[in-house]
């Protein structure tokens, strides 16, 4: 009897992919060669940026993104299950002109700021004017002193040329296998982004501050992102395969009753699934909430509790 449940379960690993995107991994991060790609893409970059930090939290789920230098470029290929059993390869060559003017759309100066383990805060000693001026120009906002932070929506539209190619790779595959549908765009868009391993950015240089957000560019080639960078990543590139107005991004809090790390979270939602699950409600409109960090179906969660604290329109 034993044996043949053990059987059974081997037999589902195999036929869900579990041993191709996982046996193979070592559950490490050899930050090696991510870290000579980025410093070569981004050497035309303003904005100071240290990747040498070791990502807090890492978690393997692929070891199938691979890059190398070639010439005066990169070359990348990543390998990730599309839908239904189907695989998927991403294939793409990386400028420095282009990659490096893209990582400057975002970064705060800090002397706008007092950092904190919890983030930051604003100076009461600059005026409203200085913020406005200061904040919005790189890819934060400033409303009030009460109302400010990342702009969510405005980077997840800045990176659309990083993003295109990407969104067009999924919908020909789909395509091709005669399975496009609205679902499954979600579906293997989400794939894409969850099948990048876990780990938190911590990219703050003298002068400058990131909030802990890598953005799409940086996670593709570093090969890593937490919540809010797969989440911006993940709508980001299903901007170009579903109405805008279909999907949200939403700042929570889960485990809500716990104050320890983990506590603060982003999640994106999209509505139109036909699915009854885990759903909020924004503007008189249902969107199920959608976990990217880790692969899990769509409408999964693996967390106890929840308590929105911000929804972020896409359209």
């Not at 579903?242 to 999640?267: K, Q």
Request: aromatic fraction near 16%; include cysteine; hydrophobic fraction near 35%.
């Amino acid at each position: 009897m034993y044996l043949l449940l053990l059987f059974i379960v081997l037999a589902i690993a195999y036929l869900s992919d579990f041993f191709y995107y996982y046996a193979k991994a070592d559950f490490s991060y050899d930050q090696t060669n991510n870290i000579v790609l980025i410093e070569y893409l981004t050497k035309e970059k303003f904005k100071a940026k240290d990747y040498s930090k070791y990502p807090k939290g890492f978690s393997q789920y692929n070891k199938k993104l691979t890059g190398k230098l070639i010439d005066d470029r990169a070359a990348f290929r990543y390998e990730y299950p599309l839908i239904d059993g189907h695989g998927g390869v991403f294939e793409t060559t990386l400028q420095p002109t282009d990659i490096s003017r893209q990582v400057d759309y975002y970064g705060l100066k800090d002397h706008l700021i007092h950092k904190s383990e919890n983030g930051f805060s604003l100076r009461s000693d600059l005026s409203k004017s200085d913020y406005m001026a200061n904040m919005n120009t790189d890819g934060w906002y400033f409303k009030s002193y009460s109302d400010f932070g990342v702009n969510y929506r405005e980077l997840a539209y800045r990176f659309s040329s990083f993003t295109q190619p990407i969104a067009q790779k999924i919908y020909n595959d789909l395509h091709a296998l005669g399975k496009d549908s609205y679902f499954n765009r979600v579906q293997a868009t989400l794939n894409f982004v969850q099948f990048i391993p876990y780990g938190r950015p911590e990219y703050d240089a003298p002068g400058w501050y990131y909030h802990e957000l890598a953005v799409p560019p940086e996670c593709f080639i570093m090969g890593y992102g937490d919540c809010d960078t797969k989440s911006l990543f993940f709508v980001s590139i299903l901007l170009h395969l579903i109405p805008p107005e279909n999907m949200v991004l939403v700042n929570c809090v889960v485990d809500a009753t716990s104050t320890s790390e983990g506590g603060n979270h982003c999640m994106a939602a999209v509505s139109n699934l036909g699915i009854h699950n885990e759903n909020i409600i924004f503007e008189n409109k249902k969107y199920v909430l959608i976990e990217t960090t880790q692969p899990c179906q769509i409408g999964a969660a693996n967390w106890k509790s929840f308590e929105a604290k911000e929804i972020i329109g896409l359209a």
